[in-house]
């Protein structure tokens, strides 16, 4: 099982960035998928998550009107469309796996997002 995101880069605020999550080793297709991010010294944090079909998404309050999570179960990906991108989004971004009731069991190579003029 294999999760790798990537798309992270140096944005200046109020920028955009697709991040994107390509997975091996298993389908994405009967999970419940999320983004989740850590900032330097900070624990994980909640960003997103979307449901099987992807047609239910919920948001941290930090992101919400501003990322969009989606997901392509024909192509195994996840993808995060991230507007109006502040310094505090700099974060390492990880796509995570649900097994199930909120149990996180996989996480994804992250990728680095910093937010900074």
């Known amino acids: 099982v294999q999760l790798q995101a990537f798309g992270g880069g140096l944005v200046q605020p109020g920028g955009s960035l697709r991040l994107s999550c390509a997975a091996s080793?298993?389908?994405?297709?009967?999970?419940?998928m999320y983004w989740v991010r850590q900032a330097p010294g900070k624990g994980p944090e909640y960003v997103s998550a979307?449901?099987?079909?992807?047609?239910?998404?919920s948001y941290a309050d930090s992101v919400k009107g501003r990322f969009t999570i989606s997901r392509d179960n024909a192509k195994n990906t996840l993808s995060l469309q991230m507007n109006s991108l502040r310094p505090e989004d700099t974060a390492v971004y990880y796509c995570v796996r649900d097994a199930g009731g909120g149990q996180w069991d996989y996480w994804g190579q992250g990728t680095q997002v910093t937010v900074s003029s």
């Open positions: 080793g298993f389908t994405i297709n009967p999970y419940w």
């Open positions: 979307i449901n099987i079909g992807g047609g239910w998404a």
